[in-house]
Nanobody
């Protein structure tokens, strides 16, 4: 069984910073691509950032220059550093990953989400 657990969400003032993390555990041979998504009520889940196992990254235009995704393969953990936060960044942030398991199959997994609220 594979689990993704996000942490680090919370309340922050506009212009502030926050770092969320996603820890992966379970029967893992290798973690390939990892993703951060976010979702607000009534809207579709939006891809925020992605990172390959080798560290190549991509970002949504709305967060470029403000957010930085990184990962520590040894710790099986991905991070999202969010700076210059805006009220529009308020959402539940979800971790997603392509995991190559001990059964020699790749499956996609979701975390349970961590809420981020940007408000004064």
């Amino acid at each position: 069984q594979v689990q993704l657990v996000e942490s680090g969400g919370g309340l922050v003032q506009p212009g502030g910073s926050l770092r969320v993390a996603c820890a992966v555990s379970g029967s893992i041979f290798r973690i390939d691509n990892m993703y951060w998504y976010r979702q607000t009520p009534g809207k579709q889940r939006e891809l925020v950032a992605s990172i390959t196992r080798g560290g190549n990254t991509n970002y949504a235009d709305s967060v470029k220059g403000r957010f930085t995704v990184s990962r520590d393969n040894a710790k099986k953990t991905m991070y999202l550093q969010m700076n210059s936060l805006e009220p529009e960044d308020t959402a539940v942030y979800y971790c997603n990953a392509d995991v190559f398991g001990l059964n020699l199959q790749t499956r996609n997994y979701w975390g349970q989400g961590t809420p981020v609220t940007v408000s004064s």
